[in-house]
């Protein structure tokens, strides 16, 4: 049987808060034809549509105003439908150029395709020990009352998986540079992400790859991507550059004060540090809690205190939902690397793959100020 393997290979969707199904409400139009046609008669007296109308302004209005929001809605989730066929469209051609890359090697080298990938994938490929421990540490938060032993033939699969993943990417990227590929209208979907010149930021300015992250602090997806996010600023020092923005969620009463209180420990230089210690420690992120957090970060109690209590960033954070809703977000934690979305606590091996393309792409940046 013919070996191969799959290209495209970690789903970009993943758990997140707030993913779920929309109703949309349409109203009908009302041409003036149907406006003045007889809708009912009271004995011989005959009445129009528009003059039953005039008895429910409000109501009316109330369903035009529903009616235009879905309207919106339903113009949004189409546009996200084209970027997502575009981005499948630009993965499969990938595939097919990867795969005559493929059959380019096996030829120089004089042995069948299935022996290039047996010697370059499947041997380079074997998971230690190490790894497993590895990736046990990383999904036993959700493991519930299972054992590692219990979950070992999963997590087996699931690493032998992901590091096939990853080496055939690699190797895909080495034979690009030997081949000598170029990439001139193959390029991915990607989202124009803007964000103030103020927006909390670590990293190069000039980076060649630029994530925007919008998150909601009370998400548990959130907290559980922030290892991931960690992981991917330390393997990409001085290549990434990390773009924070607010999205709290309505059901999430604290996520808008913690925001608040972020930005507060911003003003002392202290932003990211109050940022991933609310992430990676998550607590109840009422006002006593946020502020023992701040005088652990050694921060002026009194100063801090007095910019919570005005709600100082009500009207940034505000804004940053704004942003968020413009370009498609609904769901956190949703990252825009470079422009190219994907939602979801996903591992690093998705941050991974998309980074290492657009360093080979080296596109100019579609997240700008």
Not at 70 to 97: F, G, H, T, V
Not at 140 to 160: F, S, Y
Not at 315 to 332: L, Y
Request: overall charge neutral; some cysteine.
């Amino acid at each position: 049987m013919k070996q191969s393997f799959v290209l495209i290979a970690i789903a970009l969707t993943g758990l997140a808060c707030g993913q779920r199904g929309a109703t949309a409400v349409v109203a009908a139009s009302s041409p003036d034809t149907v406006s003045s046609a007889v809708a009912a008669k009271i004995g011989s007296k005959a009445l129009s549509n528009a003059e039953l109308d005039t008895r429910l302004k409000d109501d009316l209005k109330s369903l035009n105003e529903r009616a235009a929001a879905s309207e919106e809605q339903l113009k949004l989730q189409m546009e996200d439908l084209k970027r997502q066929i575009a981005e499948q469209q630009y993965n499969l051609r990938r595939k097919a150029l990867t795969e005559m890359l493929f059959d380019m090697e096996a030829q120089s080298r004089g042995i069948t395709r299935d022996a290039l990938l047996a010697q370059e994938i499947t041997a380079k490929s074997t998971v230690t020990p190490a790894e497993i421990d590895t990736l046990w540490e990383e999904v036993k938060p959700r493991a519930g009352k299972m054992t590692k032993e219990q979950a070992l033939p999963q997590l087996q699969q699931m690493a032998a998986q992901r590091k096939t993943e990853t080496r055939v990417n690699v190797f895909q990227r080495e034979l690009f540079k030997k081949h000598n590929v170029s990439f001139v209208g193959l390029q991915p979907s990607r989202r124009n992400v803007t964000f103030p010149s103020d927006a909390p930021s670590i990293g190069p300015a000039d980076a060649p790859v630029t994530i925007v992250e919008f998150t909601d602090y009370q998400c548990p997806y959130c907290q559980q991507a922030q290892q991931y996010v960690d992981r991917v600023m330390k393997a990409y020092e001085g290549k990434v550059r990390l773009v924070y923005q607010e999205f709290p969620l309505d059901f999430h009463a604290q996520a808008k004060p913690a925001g608040n209180a972020a930005r507060c420990a911003g003003e002392q230089g202290k932003f990211w540090e109050m940022h991933t210690g609310v992430l990676r420690t998550p607590g109840a992120f009422d006002e006593a809690d946020l502020k023992n957090r701040a005088t652990a970060l050694g921060i002026d109690a009194n100063k801090f205190g007095a910019c919570v209590a005005a709600q100082k960033y009500e009207a940034t954070i505000q804004k940053s939902i704004e942003n968020a809703r413009s370009v498609g977000v609904s769901a956190t934690p949703t990252f825009f690397v470079n422009g190219r979305s994907f939602s979801g606590a996903q591992p690093f091996e998705v941050f991974e793959r998309i980074i290492e393309d657009e360093l080979v792409l080296s596109p100019a940046k579609n997240a700008r100020q």
